[in-house]
């Protein structure tokens, strides 16, 4: 069974780091690609960007290119995204996410599976 | 970029009643379209793929058509677990972009 646990809720301080966590298991962890989508309170999904767990290779939405890093350990099976500098405005759920297909991105694929999401609470 | 764009925002409709909700692309993305089902309080889950193409374990009164811009998703008779949100995506290009979702709730 496929699976993508991710790491629990955090509370943070304006100016803090923070690096959240998503184990997969059931599948070749390093073939497929995972997504990290956000979603703002009470608003819709965003894509964050994906990364390839096999060589860490990120590509990032336009809107948070310079405010997030993805990042990945294969050993461990886990894919992780992190802040250096949070702000408030980065409170929200973060959800990871497998893409349907292994290797390259391929037009036509899709979120298959999707972890339980990871609140972020960003306040002073 | 593709902008996603999502009619209505949200609706109300009785059990039993068929829904439809229509997602417009701002270019041609073939069918490189899916739809996801996010519950209250929980993760998104996918409905279809392709434009049509029902995944594994989604009950057949949820089917989506389309090409090109304008795409539908139908459910054919409203169930109390459909209250939900739905949100289409693109796949076609960019890593792929939301619509703005579609809340559906019972009236």
């Known amino acids: 069974e496929v699976q993508l646990v991710q790491s629990g809720a955090e509370v943070k301080r304006p100016g803090e780091s923070l690096k959240i966590s998503c184990r997969g298991s059931g599948y070749s962890f390093d073939s497929y690609w995972i997504a990290w989508v956000r979603q703002m309170p009470g608003k819709g999904l965003e894509l964050v960007g994906i990364?390839?767990?096999?060589?860490?290779?990120?590509r990032y939405s336009p809107s948070f290119q310079s405010r997030v890093t993805m990042s990945a350990d294969k050993s461990i099976n886990t894919a992780y995204l992190q802040w250096t500098n949070l702000e408030a405005s980065d409170s929200a759920m973060f959800y990871c996410?497998?893409?349907?297909?292994?290797?390259?991105?391929?037009?036509?694929?899709?979120?298959?599976?999707w972890g339980q999401g990871t609140l972020v609470t960003v306040s002073s | 970029d593709i902008q996603m764009t999502q009619s209505p925002s949200s609706l109300s409709a009785s059990v039993g009643d068929r829904v439809t909700i229509t997602c417009r692309s701002s270019?041609?993305?073939?069918?490189?379209l899916n739809w996801y089902q996010q519950k209250p309080g929980k993760a998104p889950k996918v409905l279809i793929s392709g434009a049509s193409s029902l995944q594994g374990g989604v009950p057949s009164r949820f089917s989506g058509s389309g090409s090109g811009t304008e795409f539908t998703l139908t459910i054919s008779s409203l169930q109390p677990e459909d209250v939900a949100t739905y949100y289409c995506?693109?796949?076609?290009?960019?890593?792929?972009?939301f619509g703005q979702g579609t809340k559906v709730e019972i009236k």
């Open positions: 270019q041609n993305i073939d069918t490189y």
């Open positions: 990364v390839y767990p096999d060589d860490s290779d990120s």
């Open positions: 995506q693109q796949s076609y290009i960019n890593l792929g972009t």
């Open positions: 996410a497998k893409l349907a297909d292994p290797g390259m991105i391929a037009a036509g694929t899709y979120f298959q599976y």
